[in-house]
């Protein structure tokens, strides 16, 4: 911290300039900002060919060849230099490293469950950091978890990302960002390797997708790319807590599964659980859904529904959610909750979670009981980077400092 009375850069306090007749006027002075590279993780193939040709790297004429020669090496290939790209020219290739990045985030905490799952806490830029979580043995062959948002302003009040205040959206590259750390850490690379482990994404991290959604679609569109990581879009699945508004541009952009946090089956609940309801209601949401572009039974609406003890989890609720759906194509991942500290909710217990699943199976919806994973690495969204926060809060509490000399 600055003493009062000192004027940064100029080694003189504010006595000292008086004294020698100068008055610095702060208000005109431009602070010197060092540009940041570009990081090329974060630009589709139309914007990767835009941007080579803007920083002079390529001629205009051969900007479609170059950008689909660096994606390749990029998300094909998982490079981390540009030097790795051995058929590119020299020149351009210095020209590249002049101009852009290709730099990974730091891992700040990775964390491995007995059952397989992975959680990473990925600090992207001083200050911001987001959770991702791969659990295998989910879709094809397993899916990663990755947040769009640093917090969220939604204050679902039983989810932990939820008491952690909203800093800013991810950006694309940062979004990427953490499919890259999961390669990384699974060795897939390259993208066609066969058998391999992750196949399905799944934007059910922290945040609320529909929130950044320019973000989330620019990532989709890199993530799905055939001559990159080229995971299908049919893999790919945005969870949104009721954004009605942009549920047609999602599907119109992204052409992605849709998944609903819906968990509860009336207005008076679900204004309590999800508070963004009061902003549009279950009635509005539904509307919203059925209207969601592409929506069919070979492309079903997942409705994502947390199993609370003694909240939500009653026969008559599970009937009133086999109503709720009537006519909408659609399955039900019935969700055991995660417990965290400092929460009031506790897991609805087993053979009732199992009764409400037969319900809804008698009906005619598959309702698969999701299996918890990873709880013995605080594997709820939100858990990690908060007790991550804690520990470092903690340890600077416990580190002395020197008093001004």
């Known amino acids: 911290m600055r003493s009062a009375g000192f004027c940064y850069g100029t080694g003189l306090t504010a006595l000292d300039q008086t004294a020698l007749g100068a008055t610095l006027d702060l208000a005109r002075v431009t602070p010197v900002v060092a540009a940041v590279p570009i990081n090329l993780s974060g630009l589709t193939r139309e914007a990767l060919a835009h941007a080579l040709v803007e920083a002079g790297a390529v001629p205009a004429d051969k900007a479609k060849m170059r950008a689909t020669q660096v994606f390749r090496w990029i998300h094909h290939r998982g490079a981390v230099d540009f030097a790795q790209m051995t058929d590119v020219a020299k020149d351009t290739r210095a020209a590249l490293a002049d101009h852009f990045s290709l730099s990974r985030p730091e891992i700040v905490e990775r964390q491995v469950s007995r059952d397989g799952t992975r959680k990473w806490l990925i600090r992207t830029a001083p200050g911001i950091e987001v ?116 549920l047609i541009a999602l599907g119109e952009r992204t052409q992605a599964m849709l998944a609903i946090s819906l968990h509860a089956t009336n207005d008076e609940l679900r204004d309590v659980l999800v508070p963004i309801n009061k902003k549009y209601d279950i009635a509005a949401l539904m509307e919203g859904i059925r209207t969601y572009p592409g929506i069919s039974n070979a492309r079903r609406v997942t409705f994502e529904y947390v199993m609370l003890k003694g909240v939500n989890d009653t026969p008559a609720e599970a009937l009133a959610l086999v109503k709720l759906l009537k006519g909408i194509p659609a399955k039900i991942n019935l969700i055991p909750f995660n417990p965290w500290p400092g929460t009031d909710y506790e897991c609805s217990d087993w053979g009732t979670i199992e009764a409400f699943a037969a319900i809804l199976n008698r009906a005619g919806y598959s309702s698969p009981i999701r299996t918890p994973r990873g709880r013995d690495i605080l594997a709820a969204c939100g858990q990690l980077k908060s007790d991550s926060e804690k520990v470092r809060a903690s340890a600077r509490r416990r580190t002395p400092t020197l008093a001004p000399g």
């Open 131 to 246: 959770e991702a979580v791969y659990i295998p043995d989910v879709g094809r062959s397993g899916a990663l978890c990755v947040s769009s948002q640093v917090g969220c302003t939604l204050n679902c009040t039983f989810c932990h990302t939820g008491t952690q205040a909203l800093v800013r959206n991810l950006t694309a590259a940062e979004i990427v960002a953490q499919v890259q750390v999961c390669k990384d850490d699974l060795e897939e690379w390259p993208s066609d390797k066969e058998d391999r482990r992750l196949s399905n994404i799944v934007f059910m991290g922290m945040g609320e997708p529909l929130y950044n959604l320019d973000g989330v679609a620019d990532a989709i569109d890199i993530i799905s790319d055939n001559e990159g990581i080229a995971i299908s879009r049919r893999r790919i699945t945005v969870s949104t807590s009721g954004v009605v508004p942009e």
